[in-house]
């Protein structure tokens, strides 16, 4: 498992161990926390991480979306809809599933365009097209050399 990362921040899991017996799970000797060396524990970890795993990839890939447009972001669209709910509202039925996104065309893949240029003609540029900054105005430039050059 990963270590802890800030897009792993949301997830939370919880684990309930329940038994007739007390002595049988897998507290330490003054019940404040697990001991780590009963087979009751080691089975209950394995559980967890494999049940932590497709939470992993699901968060992972709602990372790699915030590189994405805002209509591109399909995992963080449904995060946002899902209702709260508590944890003991929960019935848990089968494993993890994330949402999938729309079947439909794939958006045209892009790549980056970068070159230099003296710094005070691009802040002139900058100036003139009102843009934002360095990366708004070479949008705006390459989408009027396209427009001229190859567009309809």
């Known amino acids: 498992m990963p270590k802890f990362h800030g897009q792993f921040a949301r997830f939370r899991g919880y684990v309930f161990l329940d038994a007739t017996d007390a002595s049988l799970l897998p507290w330490n000797t003054t019940k404040t926390g697990v001991d780590i060396d009963t087979d009751v524990w080691r089975n209950t970890y394995l559980s967890m991480r494999l049940a932590m795993r497709p939470v992993i990839d699901f968060l992972n890939k709602v990372a790699d979306e915030q590189e994405r447009s805002e209509a591109d972001q399909f995992l963080t669209k449904a995060m946002s809809q899902a ?47 009102s843009a934002q900054s ?14 001229q050059n190859c567009g309809n």
């Open 83 to 129: 209702p709260m709910q508590t944890v003991k509202s929960i019935i848990r039925v089968g494993g993890f599933a994330s949402p999938q996104p729309p079947k439909g065309p794939k958006p045209p893949p892009k790549t980056y365009v970068q070159f230099s240029r003296l710094k005070a003609e691009v802040e002139e540029l900058r100036e003139f097209y």
């Open 134 to 147: 360095n990366s708004e105005l070479g949008g705006m430039l390459f989408d009027e050399s396209y427009e």
